[in-house]
Every structure is written in structure tokens, then in C-alpha cells.
């Protein structure tokens, strides 16, 4: 039965409201509108598709369902602090990979049911089950990761690679056999328990640091397995969006990777952060000592710079001082003081974290420097102050070939004239390994809660 004209287009403006509502994404300045854009195109398609429900429907099941969701993302939207959007990001995420599950696998079960379980549409639900039931899986592996409900450290076993590789042949061969042998509903049941299975192993092993590409890669599972769902249904507009979210998935990974200066395959399989090194014994590359400071003395050199370059980091989201940083940011520029951030791609825990956290606390987007841009301007900067960065500030990735970030690219903080590190501790980062740039002559360290900090030295500095 071919969709009426009107449904093709709505469809249509649904697809044209995704696509140009990602696009939009790809400026700080227009990611609320972008965002809102999209949001106009899921409304419009979830009308269409009541309306081609039509009367047939039992409204006692679909009703509960929508009113319960809608409300749990509202309260979720107010409820969840900034601090807490990557959980709430792989959740979600993992929430819309489990549901393309569940619509192929009851697909499935009706197509054995009605003997129309044929090899050109159970292709497309084994694909569904497998890729949405990995997103779901590994979707909440990240959540409890991220929400410290199990270590953030990568966890391994003996034998690790091969028993993975070994369940998903078993997959691909079990998979095989459905869609040209026989539509066995337990053997169906077998399919799925092995692909939530092989989706746990697969994030397991991969640690803290990692998990902003892990987020984004799990997000294109999830499109992908959306858009196998829209075979299964002969849905336009879901095949659309799903290889939409896919590919933009895909492309934000790999950018990621080469942000890390590694290959994905790397990040995958290479338990980064497994075990905690320290280059230059702990000591800096000359055996120093770190040299703490206090308020009283960091704001006068804040109040006298010409240009302070703020490296914001997850500390500064666990302390939630980003409103704290724009106040001293502001008092600042009062006194001529140029400002600027500098971003580095994976930075936080999620993509864009540190963007959305300064966005929030009303940062002019100019301001917002990533990694390129920002890097030439830290050899002029009077002050370079980290707020609870650790392995994007590291020296050891340009100057220790035996580190295990080696190689990654950083933003050069340890260039400016001084630098500032706002700390509770010595404790090392997501990555596990100890930074030089701690114990330079030129680095001071202020220890304590990065936003109580932050608001000592914005009053210390409107008093000099």
C-alpha cells in the first residue's frame, strides 16, 4: 500500500528538519535552534503516525506509553544537572537502540506467525536486533561507568578478544541461519541474548577516558539500528533519520579518534587507562616538586594580565563552576582583560561537553577556542588557568614517547607565561598517567573545589 500524498509530505519535512537541524548543530550559537528544529520534525512524524493509526488502534496501550515518556523527558530536561548530561546522553541512547530492538523482534515473531518470515525482510530484523540490542547494552554499561556505579577503569579478562570474537561468529552464524533456514522463535530468543551479551563485553573493557568516543559511537549504532527498523516497516522517514544519525555518529567518531591521535580499533580494544604510569617518576621531567599557591596570590596575576586563557575540564563540571568561571571571566574583561576558553575535543565525558557546560553559563561563543585556533595563542598568554583538565594539558603526549598518550594532540598550556591549576588533588586523570606540566617552575597549583576557588579569587580580584 503506497503512503497518500500528504503523508509523503510530512515525511519529507520531517527528513528536511533533521538534516537542517543537524547542520545547525555545528555552531554553538545556533545548537538551541537546531536542536528545537528537530525536535518541530519528531513532533510532526509522531502526528502523521497517529494519524495513519487511524481508529484500528488500542489507544489503552499507546496513550499510557506517550504521556509516561513525555513526561519522564520533561522532568529529566529540568532535573538532570549539567554535571550528569553524559549518563543521561548514553541512557537515552541506549533507551532508542533497545526500542529498534524490540519493534524488529515483534516483527519477527509476527512474521513466523503469519508465514511471511522471507529472507528480503528478515535480513533487516537480524541487523535491528543485532546493532540495537549492542547500543542498548553497551548504552548502559556507559551509564554505569559514567555514574560510577562500576569502576571507570577498563576491565579485562584473559582470552578476551578471542571470547568476544568467538560470540559474534556465533551471532553472524545463528543470524545466517534465520533469515535462510528456518525462523526458529528459540533460537530468535538465542540471537538477541548473545548480542546484549557481546554489547556489555564490548564497552566493559574500555575506560573512562574513552567514553566521549564511545558515546558518539554507540549513538550511530543506535541510528543504524533505527534505520534497519525502517526496512522492517517500509518507513520512509525512519530510514532517513537513522542513517542520518548513523553517518553524523560515525564522522563524530572518527573526528574524536584523531583527536586522540588514535585509531578507533585502538579505542575499542586497546584497555586505555588499564594500568596507571608515571612519566619522569612522578616528578616532572626534572624531578621537581609541584609548587602550591594561594588566592591572595593568583588574582593579582589575573588582575594585571592582557590575556587569560581559561582551560576548562570535567573538574570544572563535577564542581559545577562554570557560572563561577563567566563571573571572574567578566570582572576580568571590566579591567581590560582579554579572555578566551580553550576547547579540546575530548574534553569531559561526552562530545561538546565543555561547550554545553560554558554555553549554559551565557559564554560568548567567540570566546569558545578550539584546539587549533587556541594553541597560538597560549606563548603570549599572561595566564593559562586549568580548571580541573588533566590529560588535554599533558606534556607527556609531545614529550614522552613511552606514555600511553604519546602522541595525542594538546592544548599547549604549559606555554603561557604562568599557569594555574585549580585541583583538589594530585590524582591522575581518566587516562591513568601522571602530568609533567604539574610540576614545572612555571605552574602554580591551587588546591581545593575548583567553584569555591573560582568565586574566592573573583572577589580578591575586584579588591586590587
Given at each position: 500500500?503506497?503512503?497518500?500524498?500528504?503523508?509523503?509530505?510530512?515525511?519529507?519535512?520531517?527528513?528536511?528538519?533533521?538534516?537542517?537541524?543537524?547542520?545547525?548543530?555545528?555552531?554553538?550559537?545556533?545548537?538551541?535552534?537546531?536542536?528545537?528544529?528537530?525536535?518541530?520534525?519528531?513532533?510532526?512524524?509522531?502526528?502523521?503516525?497517529?494519524?495513519?493509526?487511524?481508529?484500528?488502534?488500542?489507544?489503552?496501550?499507546?496513550?499510557?506509553?506517550?504521556?509516561?515518556?513525555?513526561?519522564?523527558?520533561?522532568?529529566?530536561?529540568?532535573?538532570?544537572?549539567?554535571?550528569?548530561?553524559?549518563?543521561?546522553?548514553?541512557?537515552?541512547?541506549?533507551?532508542?537502540?533497545?526500542?529498534?530492538?524490540?519493534?524488529?523482534?515483534?516483527?519477527?515473531?509476527?512474521?513466523?506467525?503469519?508465514?511471511?518470515?522471507?529472507?528480503?525482510?528478515?535480513?533487516?530484523?537480524?541487523?535491528?536486533?543485532?546493532?540495537?540490542?549492542?547500543?542498548?547494552?553497551?548504552?548502559?554499561?556507559?551509564?554505569?561507568?559514567?555514574?560510577?556505579?562500576?569502576?571507570?577503569?577498563?576491565?579485562?579478562?584473559?582470552?578476551?578478544?578471542?571470547?568476544?570474537?568467538?560470540?559474534?561468529?556465533?551471532?553472524?552464524?545463528?543470524?545466517?541461519?534465520?533469515?535462510?533456514?528456518?525462523?526458529?522463535?528459540?533460537?530468535?530468543?538465542?540471537?538477541?541474548?548473545?548480542?546484549?551479551?557481546?554489547?556489555?563485553?564490548?564497552?566493559?573493557?574500555?575506560?573512562?577516558?574513552?567514553?566521549?568516543?564511545?558515546?558518539?559511537?554507540?549513538?550511530?549504532?543506535?541510528?543504524?539500528?533505527?534505520?534497519?527498523?525502517?526496512?522492517?516497516?517500509?518507513?520512509?522517514?525512519?530510514?532517513?533519520?537513522?542513517?542520518l544519525v548513523g553517518a553524523s555518529g560515525t564522522i563524530l567518531t572518527i573526528a574524536m579518534s584523531r583527536a586522540m591521535n588514535r585509531s578507533l580499533f585502538n579505542v575499542?580494544?586497546?584497555?586505555?587507562?588499564?594500568?596507571?604510569?608515571?612519566?619522569?617518576?612522578?616528578?616532572?621531567?626534572?624531578?621537581?616538586?609541584?609548587?602550591?599557591?594561594?588566592?591572595?596570590?593568583?588574582?593579582?596575576?589575573?588582575?594585571?594580565?592582557?590575556?587569560?586563557?581559561?582551560?576548562?575540564?570535567?573538574?570544572?563540571?563535577?564542581?559545577?563552576?562554570?557560572?563561577?568561571?563567566?563571573?571572574?571571566?567578566?570582572?576580568?574583561?571590566?579591567?581590560?582583560?582579554?579572555?578566551?576558553?580553550?576547547?579540546?575535543?575530548?574534553?569531559?565525558?561526552?562530545?561538546?561537553?565543555m561547550n554545553v557546560l560554558l554555553a549554559a553559563a551565557n559564554v560568548p561563543y567567540p570566546q569558545l577556542k578550539e584546539m587549533d585556533a587556541v594553541n597560538p595563542d597560549f606563548p603570549r598568554a599572561d595566564v593559562a588557568m586549568v580548571i580541573g583538565a588533566n590529560d588535554v594539558v599533558n606534556p607527556?603526549?609531545?614529550?614522552?614517547?613511552?606514555?600511553?598518550?604519546?602522541?595525542?594532540?594538546?592544548?599547549?598550556?604549559?606555554?603561557?607565561?604562568?599557569?594555574?591549576?585549580?585541583?583538589?588533588?594530585?590524582?591522575?586523570?581518566?587516562?591513568?598517567?601522571?602530568?609533567?606540566?604539574?610540576?614545572?617552575?612555571?605552574?602554580?597549583?591551587?588546591?581545593?573545589?575548583?567553584?569555591?576557588?573560582?568565586?574566592?579569587?573573583?572577589?580578591?580580584?575586584?579588591?586590587?
Amino acid at each position: 500500500m503506497q503512503p497518500a500524498p500528504l503523508t509523503i509530505l510530512g515525511y519529507t519535512v520531517t527528513a528536511l528538519c533533521f538534516m537542517y537541524g543537524v547542520q545547525l548543530l555545528r555552531s554553538p550559537a545556533r545548537a538551541s535552534l537546531g536542536n528545537r528544529i528537530a525536535a518541530v520534525g519528531m513532533l510532526l512524524v509522531i502526528g502523521i503516525t497517529i494519524g495513519l493509526i487511524g481508529g484500528n488502534a488500542n489507544w489503552a496501550y499507546i496513550v499510557p506509553p506517550i504521556v509516561i515518556g513525555a513526561a519522564l523527558g520533561a522532568v529529566s530536561a529540568r532535573a538532570v544537572r549539567m554535571t550528569a548530561m553524559p549518563q543521561m546522553v548514553a541512557l537515552f541512547n541506549g533507551m532508542g537502540g533497545g526500542s529498534a530492538a524490540l519493534i524488529a523482534a515483534q516483527d519477527f515473531r509476527t512474521a513466523v506467525a503469519n508465514g511471511t518470515a522471507h529472507p528480503d525482510i528478515t535480513w533487516a530484523i537480524m541487523l535491528s536486533c543485532f546493532i540495537g540490542s549492542i547500543s542498548f547494552a553497551g548504552s548502559i554499561i556507559a551509564f554505569a561507568k559514567l555514574q560510577e556505579l562500576m569502576s571507570g577503569r577498563p576491565l579485562t579478562y584473559p582470552l578476551q578478544t578471542p571470547i568476544n570474537a568467538a560470540i559474534l561468529l556465533a551471532i553472524v552464524a545463528i543470524g545466517v541461519f534465520l533469515i535462510v533456514a528456518s525462523q526458529s522463535l528459540p533460537l530468535f530468543a538465542v540471537f538477541v541474548v548473545l548480542s546484549l551479551l557481546l554489547g556489555v563485553l564490548f564497552v566493559v573493557p574500555i575506560g573512562g577516558a574513552d567514553m566521549p568516543v564511545i558515546i558518539s559511537l554507540l549513538n550511530s549504532f543506535t541510528g543504524l539500528a533505527a534505520a534497519m527498523t525502517g526496512f522492517v516497516l517500509s518507513n520512509d522517514v525512519l530510514i532517513v533519520s537513522g542513517a542520518l544519525v548513523g553517518a553524523s555518529g560515525t564522522i563524530l567518531t572518527i573526528a574524536m579518534s584523531r583527536a586522540m591521535n588514535r585509531s578507533l580499533f585502538n579505542v575499542l580494544f586497546g584497555a586505555f587507562g588499564a594500568t596507571v604510569a608515571t612519566p619522569g617518576g612522578g616528578g616532572g621531567e626534572e624531578g621537581g616538586s609541584v609548587h602550591p599557591t594561594s588566592v591572595e596570590d593568583v588574582a593579582p596575576l589575573l588582575a594585571f594580565a592582557q590575556l587569560v586563557i581559561f582551560v576548562p575540564g570535567y573538574g570544572m563540571a563535577v564542581a559545577r563552576a562554570q557560572h563561577d568561571v563567566k563571573e571572574l571571566a567578566d570582572e576580568l574583561e571590566r579591567r581590560g582583560v582579554q579572555v578566551e576558553y580553550a576547547i579540546h575535543p575530548v574534553a569531559g565525558r561526552m562530545p561538546g561537553h565543555m561547550n554545553v557546560l560554558l554555553a549554559a553559563a551565557n559564554v560568548p561563543y567567540p570566546q569558545l577556542k578550539e584546539m587549533d585556533a587556541v594553541n597560538p595563542d597560549f606563548p603570549r598568554a599572561d595566564v593559562a588557568m586549568v580548571i580541573g583538565a588533566n590529560d588535554v594539558v599533558n606534556p607527556a603526549a609531545r614529550n614522552e614517547a613511552g606514555s600511553p598518550i604519546y602522541g595525542m594532540p594538546i592544548l599547549n598550556a604549559d606555554e603561557a607565561k604562568t599557569v594555574v591549576v585549580l585541583k583538589r588533588s594530585m590524582a591522575t586523570g581518566f587516562a591513568g598517567v601522571d602530568n609533567p606540566l604539574f610540576y614545572k617552575p612555571n605552574t602554580l597549583m591551587l588546591f581545593g573545589d575548583a567553584r569555591q576557588s573560582i568565586a574566592s579569587l573573583t572577589a580578591e580580584v575586584k579588591h586590587q
